[in-house]
């Protein structure tokens, strides 16, 4: 069955740094996400791509983060200077459809800044 | 803005019982989707089971079912017959049916403990 690969699956940063985490979706899914989920917590939505352009971000999506589609496969979240507080499990998920079908996720990147 | 609501933290279940998992929600739409997400310690995520608002009847795959409750904006999760792998922990979300790209909105989560 096809998957969703993220990589690396843990990153350790210091602070200032910047980090890019890196995503390949589903070959034939056209939307793609980026969630994040502090250690044992809530999964939160950052931000929704499709077509080249971001379709929705959140408050917590400010200008420390981007999102690009360099080439056909790659589907990645830059953080420009990372805090202490960014230091949570980052899940990136593909989806068919814009609404009827559900969210396919990766395995996670499990981002520490110290 | 949808908001999806899992009250209760923590339950548990002795193995080769039933659970019951809460999730109330809350929309203005009529047409949405509902999901039951599963976390074990890998902290992967694993869709469960799915429902359309529009049909009424509730959705079910093997162990798992749900009852959904469209006017009580309930979608609850059945797990029959436990087993240890079932302990995780299991979020409830919500998709809208409007807009170009709809993201998935989940509730908090609940941690399933299973007893052997």
């Known amino acids: 069955e096809p998957e969703v690969t993220q990589t690396p699956s843990h990153q350790v940063t210091q602070m200032g740094q910047e980090v890019i985490l890196r995503c390949v979706p589903i070959s034939n899914h056209l939307y793609f996400y980026w969630y994040r989920q502090i250690l044992g917590q809530k999964v939160e939505f950052l931000v929704s791509f499709y077509n080249n352009e971001i379709s929705e971000k959140s408050e917590i999506f400010d200008d420390q983060f981007s999102v690009e589609r360099p080439d056909g496969s790659n589907f990645t979240l830059k953080i420009r200077s990372t805090k202490l507080e960014d230091s949570a499990m980052y899940f990136c998920?593909?989806?068919?459809?814009?609404?009827?079908?559900?969210?396919?996720f990766g395995n996670g990147t499990r981002l520490t800044v110290t | 803005a949808q908001t999806v609501t899992q009250s209760q933290p923590e339950m548990s279940v002795q193995e080769a019982e039933t659970v019951t998992l809460s999730c109330t929600y809350d929309?203005?739409?009529?047409?949405?989707?509902l999901f039951w997400y599963k976390q074990p310690p890998s902290r992967q995520m694993i869709l469960v089971i799915r429902q359309e608002a529009y049909k009424q009847q509730n959705a079910t795959e093997n162990r798992f079912s749900v009852n959904f409750q469209k006017a009580a904006k309930s979608f609850s999760l059945k797990i029959s017959d436990s087993q240890l792998g079932d302990a995780a922990m299991y979020f409830c979300a919500y998709r809208s049916a409007t807009g170009a790209n709809s993201k998935l909105t989940f509730g908090k989560g609940i941690t399933l403990s299973v007893r052997p």
């Open positions: 929309t203005s739409e009529s047409d949405y989707y």
């Open positions: 998920a593909s989806s068919e459809r814009a609404y009827n079908s559900p969210l396919h």
